[in-house]
């Protein structure tokens, strides 16, 4: 029976065996000579060479089975079939158990077929693949991170947990992040409270009485010794009449007061990061907390408020980046306030939005609807006499006031490269600093682009308009 039959029958007993067919040997095979020295064999996953020897030998044995598997084909040829990456030692004796030569096998993942593969899904990368020890190195310049990740999880598969990777990417992978917070407060308020006083004075007081303003601190007092129905509080849209006869004084008080307010919060913040590391911007401040220390003692915590941004970038494409972005305004509210240990603590508003968007060089998207209303309306009387018609409205009071604010986050992306240093400017470049002629004769203070802003007229509609 020839080689090539005693080769099909050994294939076909290890299908039999282990259920699977490996691949045809290789015709080309590693010379084995007596009392040489043998080289390395280098044997393809899942694939098998054929071994042959000048010198018939008897007996033979393989290291570790689990790397690569062997069979006889006659007392000169040895079948090689490479099971799982690594390095083992092939023995071989003669009749009296002499030995003939040692082969160090090489079993090495199948980086053939992960070639063809790989141009198949990726033709337009240039990766080289290459292998050490039992695993596989990539390395080349690739476009993008999208491409790097599915040539990692290709290679992943021919050798689990031994990949290498050497690759880079090519273009443009800091991403600039141009950020515009706008947040517009709107508030209104009215109050209508009246107040009525009425007592007698002959020597000592006697038979007072006196609702809202009038019942408060001293201003009973003060209107009975006539000083009248300005309390020592003075404030806008105040009214008080008083009148009497004799030891009887009555007087009345009616405050009416409406106030409204806009207030606009605007930054402008710009951050450039690497594509996958992470950048952070706060304007604002710290707000320092007390906390139990060690031993029962007092230490101090900050916590930031203001305007506060975290992103994280990734440049997925050519033009096309991936953000997982923070955005956060936050700040005093001295409505809130808890005592603890001594100490005050204001607490927080805060609002706060996360997101994952994906946009192109140069895109932008916003970030709206962050509305917040808030509505108090309080309204108290003097009990039964609140109630009585027409004359009911000297013994009520009436407040109302309502806060609305809206914030909307704009924000732009853009891919950015460096420059050279000579081509930046900051605003402070071309202020110059006057002599003391210039200061003392002249006035002036400064010179350059600042004093050019200061005289700038702004004509037409520009700002926020709020109906």
């Known amino acids: ?16 065996a282990g259920g699977v067919v490996a691949p045809p040997a290789s015709a080309q095979g590693l ?80 980086i053939a077929e992960f070639k063809e593969r790989l141009q198949q899904i990726l033709p337009n990368e240039r990766i080289e693949v290459r292998t050490a020890n039992d695993g596989i190195v ?23 947990e031994r990949v290498s990777n050497l690759m880079s990417v090519g273009g443009t992978q800091q991403v600039m992040l141009k950020v515009r917070f706008a947040e517009m407060s709107r508030s209104a308020s009215k109050a209508l409270n009246s107040s009525v006083a009425l007592g007698g004075v002959d020597g ?30 003075p404030q806008e849209g105040r009214f008080g009449i008083s009148f009497g006869t004799g030891s ?5 008080l009616l405050e009416a007061l ?27 401040g710290e707000y320092p907390i007390p ?33 997982e972005l923070t955005a956060a305004v936050s700040g005093i509210d001295p409505t809130v306030a808890v005592t603890a240990g001594g100490f005050a603590v204001n607490g927080f508003s805060r609002r706060e939005s996360q997101t994952t968007i994906e946009l192109r060089d140069g895109e932008s998207f916003a970030i709206a609807g962050l509305l917040q209303d808030d509505f108090r309306d309080l309204s108290g009387q ?3 006499l609140g109630d009585l018609p027409v004359l009911g409205a000297l013994f009520r009071s009436a407040e109302y006031e309502r806060n609305q604010s809206e914030l909307v986050i704009i924000i732009t992306a853009h891919l950015v490269s460096p420059v050279r240093g000579e081509a930046l400017a900051v605003p402070s470049d071309r202020i110059t600093i006057p002599t003391e002629r210039e200061l003392f004769l002249q006035g002036r203070v400064v010179g350059g682009p600042a004093g050019e802003v200061a005289r700038q007229d702004f004509s037409g509609s520009y700002g926020y308009v709020m109906e």
Do not use: C
């Open 382 to 384: 003097v009990p039964w």
């Open 31 to 110: 010379r084995i000579m007596p009392g040489a020295t043998s080289g390395d064999l280098s044997v393809p996953m899942n694939r098998a060479v054929v071994v042959e020897a000048d010198a018939p030998f008897a007996e033979l044995s393989i290291a570790n089975p689990a790397i690569a598997d062997i069979s006889t084909l006659s007392d000169r040829t040895i079948y090689v079939l490479g099971k799982t990456p690594g390095r083992t030692t092939l023995t071989l004796l003669d009749a009296e158990g002499r030995l003939i030569t040692n082969v160090d096998v090489h079993v090495i993942p199948d």
């Open 138 to 160: 990539l390395s080349g310049i690739v476009s993008s991170i999208t491409a790097l990740d599915r040539a990692l999880d290709l290679a992943s598969r021919y050798a689990p």
């Open 248 to 252: 009887l004084r009555l007087a009345v």
């Open 291 to 323: 906390v139990r220390g060690e031993e029962d003692s007092i230490a101090i915590e900050y916590k930031p408020f203001g305007v506060e941004l975290d992103f994280l970038p990734r440049v997925v494409d050519t033009d096309t980046i991936n953000i």
């Open 1 to 16: 029976m020839g080689v090539e039959a005693m080769v099909r029958g050994v294939l076909l007993g290890l299908a039999m």
């Open 204 to 233: 000592n007081y006697a038979a007072t009485a006196a609702t809202g303003t009038y019942g408060e601190g001293d201003n009973l007092g003060r209107f009975l010794d006539g000083q009248g129905p300005v309390t020592a509080t």
């Open 258 to 284: 409406e106030s409204k307010g806009v207030v606009r919060t605007l930054a402008e913040p710009n951050l450039t990061a690497l594509s996958g590391q992470e950048a952070s911007f706060l304007a604002g």
